[in-house]
């Protein structure tokens, strides 16, 4: 089954257990040349009167490179099937393998990107503002356990422009 347009009031889910159990793909490029990884950090909500999503990545993963010099990229819901499709993308660098054919996905063209055929959700996402977290700003100093490496995220915040579903 084909991914369809639906409208963005139609969405009805809850996003802790989308983002936070489900986990998601971050996928940026063209058809000839794109990156995607794993993501179960992320905020969803209204902002500057848009519906945006916050997503975040570390300096080191290779689709941060994607995700910088392109304007769009999309995030992808699967379903449990998936679960160790997702585990792959997110433990391998697209460095050193080709994820979606280890995977079994589909790379299609959608609004300028790149999402996969086997989603059962993608939301096209067009990048607003990009901010570095800082340690210095951390007012709960506990959250730097989260990065024994130093290796801070860098954050995206888009908008969501287009909802697709099966």
């Known amino acids: 089954m084909a991914l369809h347009p639906i409208e963005l009031s139609e969405l009805k889910f809850n996003p802790f257990d ?7 793909l971050i996928t ?12 179960s950090w992320g905020t969803m909500g209204i902002f500057w009167g848009k519906p945006v999503v916050n997503s975040f990545i570390r300096p080191q993963r290779y689709t941060l490179e994607f ?9 992808s819901f699967y379903g449990e ?11 391998h660098s697209g460095r050193d393998v080709d994820k979606a054919k280890e995977c079994g996905l589909t790379p299609v063209a959608l609004d300028s990107t790149v999402a996969f055929e086997e989603a059962s959700l993608v939301l096209v ?8 977290l800082k340690p ?3 007012i709960d100093k506990s959250i ?3 990065y024994p490496e130093k290796d801070y995220h860098r954050c ?11």
């Open 18 to 24: 989308k983002i936070g159990k489900e986990w998601y």
């Open 28 to 39: 940026a490029g063209n058809l000839e040349h794109y990156n995607t990884m794993t993501a």
């Open 67 to 75: 995700v910088e010099q392109n304007d769009f990229f999309t995030i």
């Open 81 to 91: 099937e998936y679960r160790k499709a997702l585990q792959y993308c997110g433990s």
């Open 125 to 132: 996402c067009k990048k607003l503002y990009v901010y570095d």
């Open 136 to 138: 210095e700003e951390m």
């Open 144 to 146: 730097d356990q989260w």
């Open 156 to 166: 995206f915040f888009a908008e969501i422009v287009k909802a697709y579903q099966k």
